[in-house]
Structure formats: structure tokens, C-alpha cells
Nanobody
């Protein structure tokens, strides 16, 4: 029943790093663009980064140069390496599929909390 399971979040000081993981079902991972989404307190959920099945990546302006999205197709696992974290990166991070004009398509997992202190 659970198709997406995020992990790796935590509390970190500004300037620190975290690496998030997303274990996905093969049925949704293999043929789909995957993305990391986040929702900060009082804000709408936003797409942070996405990676196509080919490995091509696209980043939101706010994280470009600091975050790296990757995927291991053999393990059906999505990653987000986050470096030089800022307080504004604080939020709940979820993984999901991504499609043009649609965004996420699957049921949300539990997410993982990232808190960056100043």
C-alpha cells in the first residue's frame, strides 16, 4: 500500500548538510520523472527539483547550486543531497512523480522534516 517512503531529515544548523532518501515502488519509479517537493510553514508546497528517467535534472532557483537530486534505478530510490542549508529550506520534504502541467500524481508518503536553525 505504501508506495513512497521518505527518510533522512533532521535538525541542522545553517550551512550544514543533509541527504534525503525516497524508497519508491518499482511500478511508479521506473517509468516516471521523480521530484522532491517541500512545504514550509504557512506556504504552498513547491517543487524543489526533478529528475527524468534519463537522469536529466531541473532545479528550483532557490536551491540551484546547493541541492543535488539523483536516482538509482536499480534500487528504485530517489535522493536529495542538500548542502549549504538555509533557514528558509525548513519544511516537510516529500517525493512524488512529476508530469508537465500536473505535478505530483501519487499518494503522498509520510514525508521527512527538515529544520534548519539560524
Amino acid at each position: 500500500q505504501v508506495q513512497l517512503v521518505e527518510s533522512g531529515g533532521g535538525l541542522v544548523q545553517a550551512g550544514g548538510s543533509l541527504k534525503l532518501s525516497c524508497a519508491a515502488s518499482a511500478s511508479i519509479f521506473k517509468a516516471n520523472t521523480m521530484g522532491w517537493y517541500r512545504q514550509a510553514p504557512g506556504k504552498q508546497r513547491e517543487l524543489v527539483a526533478r529528475i527524468f528517467t534519463t537522469g536529466t535534472t531541473v532545479y528550483a532557483d532557490a536551491v540551484r547550486g546547493r541541492f543535488t537530486i539523483s536516482r538509482d534505478n536499480a534500487k528504485n530510490t530517489l535522493y536529495l543531497q542538500m548542502d549549504t542549508l538555509k533557514p528558509e529550506d525548513t519544511g516537510v520534504y516529500h517525493c512524488n512523480t512529476w508530469k508537465t502541467g500536473v505535478g505530483p500524481e501519487r499518494s503522498w508518503g509520510q514525508g521527512t522534516q527538515v529544520t534548519v536553525s539560524s
